[in-house]
């Protein structure tokens, strides 16, 4: 068994360094502390692929500042790791020592929460979990609902038949609560919206987010909004093909397609970025924290694309208000009854 988990934490390593950012000790770090970091030892694990222009790539990008943050520290990532492989690859970083192991996405959580019990003097962080664990697990979201709410609001403003897709990657608790703020957010603006959530199960085949879109065409649907990793593209990709507006989430999707004429920003890497700094300082408490607009995590993208002026001046407006009741704090669920 042993000899199992050290080949798989081989193939990570490999990964890692691959990627350019592992095992380095960097002199040009942004903290400029003096301080020597080599003790910290940071691990981040991804189950898409760490050039998706998107979710896990947000999360690639946090390891590799941090391992210009932290000089002579070591920092690696694994990344397409399917969920047969959660345990070991997350034993694996332990069994070596890491300090800090961070994985990305509500998909690792059940992993997260058995094996932060077998080694409770290493820190854990599950990003998109909607709970953590005494003493050492840390569920961090990045305000999904109020993700959501954005979308499904923007969405509600600009559809003509009042049908609304929602394609989400697979059913877990993080893209369920997306959904969930979609269908709020939509109602909030106009309740007799509907909304048709679909999961594709899968965070990178872009063929199954188009055939999703294909189906929501054909009930009626206008305009689609998507929280699907790579596999989101090819919803943008769709919209495009067949005349229907879109929405982005996650990362900045005005730049895929022309149907898409605004996008909600999650910023992960921000997110991230910031729980492993609390981390290395020994600020992180465990159990459950959230992260949303009111510290830059969750932002809207400028207006773009075929469908930039689809929206008025006055609904544009109603849409900044909504981020702006986020940015201070307002809990959007209670915006409906």
Known sequence: MKKVIALVLSLVMVLGLLAGCGNKQNDSDKKNDGKDYSNVKIGVMLSGSANDGGWSQMAADAAKAASKDYPGSTVNYSESISATDFESIMRGYADAGYTIIVSHGAEFLDAAKLVSKEYPNITFICTSAQSGQEPNLTGIDFATYQLGFLNGAACAMATKTKKIGAVGSNEIDSIIAWCNGVIAGAKYIDPECEVFPVYTGSFDDALKAKQAVDALHQKGVDIVTQNADACGVGAVQECDALGLMNVGAVSDQTTIGESCFISVIQDAQLGITAAIEQAVEGTLKPGFVSMGASVGVITLTGYAGKYAD????????????????????VDLSTLVG
């Open 310 to 329: 689809v929206l008025s001046k006055e609904q544009k407006a109603t849409l900044q208000d909504l981020w702006q009741k986020s940015y201070d704090g």
